[in-house]
């Protein structure tokens, strides 16, 4: 059974730092190209960062360049974000995905997705 579970969410102060995880199940991440999205009420999903095996490529929002970090742990099968320097603009539901193929770019974009996450809530207070 494939699954992706998106954990680390949560409430933080704005200026603050949460880590965000997906681990996967049912196959290698490493196989895949990984993308974390977010999606804030009444916006459209958007893709934060993404990272591709196929290419070695990771690709950020201009939103988040230099403040988010997407990494990975292939003995655990896990992807991870690390969100430094939060904002209330950054508060949204975020979820990870994975593209069986694709550059980082081409995944962010919302192409070639084969599974979904269940969210995991970021609340950033001012």
């Known amino acids: 059974d494939v699954q992706l579970q998106a954990s680390g969410g949560g409430l933080v102060q704005a200026g603050g730092s949460l880590r965000l995880s997906c681990a996967a199940y049912?196959?290698?991440?490493?196989?895949?190209?990984i993308g974390w999205f977010r999606q804030a009420p009444g916006k459209e999903r958007e893709g934060v960062s993404c990272?591709?095996?196929?290419?070695?490529?990771?690709h950020y929002a201009d939103s988040v360049k230099g403040r988010f970090t997407i990494s990975s742990d292939n003995a655990k099968n896990t992807v991870y974000l690390q969100m430094n320097s939060l904002t209330p603009e950054d508060t949204a539901v975020y979820y990870c995905?994975?593209?069986?193929?694709?550059?980082?770019?081409?995944?962010?974009?919302?192409?070639?997705?084969?599974?979904w996450g269940k969210g995991t809530q970021v609340t950033v207070s001012s």
């Open positions: 995905a994975a593209a069986p193929y694709g550059s980082s770019l081409y995944v962010c974009r919302d192409f070639g997705i084969n599974y």
């Open positions: 049912g196959f290698t991440s490493d196989d895949y190209a």
């Open positions: 990272m591709s095996s196929s290419d070695g490529s990771t």
